[in-house]
Nanobody, 119 residues
Framework: QVQLVESGGGLVQAGGSLRLSCAAS????????MAWYRQAPGKQREMVAG???????TYAESVKGRFTISRDNARNMSYLRMNSLKPEDTGVYYC?????????????WGQGTQVTVSS
């Protein structure tokens, strides 16, 4: 069974930094694109950053220049470095990945990690 597990969330003051980690485990053939999403209270889930298997990255306009997504294929990990955090960055952050397992290419999600930025 394939699982994604996030870690690294917490409470931070505005202007601070956090690094989120996402670990993939289980039996699978390949991890394709990976991404981080967030959901603020009362709002829809939105994509924050994505990275392809070729390390091509994309970011939401609201986080460009402040967040950096990366991946470590050898360790089956994805990271989201968040600098200059703002109160509006508060939300539950989810890791997502397209994973090929048992002959299928499916999207997998982690359980989420809370990020709270105080003003």
């Amino acid at each position: 069974q394939v699982q994604l597990v996030e870690s690294g969330g917490g409470l931070v003051q505005a202007g601070g930094s956090l690094r989120l980690s996402c670990a993939a485990s289980g039996s699978y053939f390949r991890i394709n694109g990976m991404a981080w999403y967030r959901q603020a209270p009362g709002k829809q889930r939105e994509m924050v950053a994505g990275i392809t298997s070729s390390d091509i990255t994309t970011y939401a306009e609201s986080v460009k220049g402040r967040f950096t997504i990366s991946r470590d294929n050898a360790r089956n990990m994805s990271y989201l470095r968040m600098n200059s955090l703002k109160p509006e960055d508060t939300g539950v952050y989810y890791c997502a990945a397209g994973i090929v397992a048992r002959g299928r290419n499916d999207d997998y999600w982690g359980q989420g990690t809370q990020v709270t930025v105080s003003s």
